[in-house]
Nanobody
């Protein structure tokens, strides 16, 4: 069983930065395809970024491309989401997710989810 724990959310002004962490246990992240998703109030959960099991390929949603960066530390079994140039529309609960099969942008295909961490960006 894989457990994911996110941290690093908070309140930041527009233009600021935050780094989210997703610590995994039960399985090494190098064997997992992982993604970050977010959900704003009243909206569906949306894809943000994903990284392949090898860590060699990433794919970003257009809305965050050039501002967000996903990375992975195999030694710490942790995946990070560096968020720069934050905008009020980035406000949401951010979730990391994992699956043992090939990476995907479809949240329905992920098997494991963290509890989420709130990111609030003020104007």
């Amino acid at each position: 069983q894989v457990q994911l724990v996110e941290s690093g959310g908070g309140l930041v002004q527009a233009g600021g930065s935050l780094r989210l962490s997703c610590a995994a246990s039960g399985r090494t992240v190098s064997t997992l395809a992982m993604g970050w998703f977010r959900q704003a109030p009243g909206k569906e959960r949306e894809f943000v970024v994903r990284i392949t099991r090898s860590g060699g390929t990433t794919y970003y949603a257009d809305s965050v491309k050039g501002r967000f960066t996903i990375s992975r530390d195999n030694a710490k079994n942790t995946v990070y989401l560096q968020m720069n140039s934050l905008k009020p529309e980035d406000t949401a609960v951010y979730y990391c997710a994992a699956r043992g099969a090939a990476v995907t942008t479809n949240p329905l295909k992920y098997d494991y989810w963290g509890q989420g961490t709130q990111v609030t960006v003020s104007p």
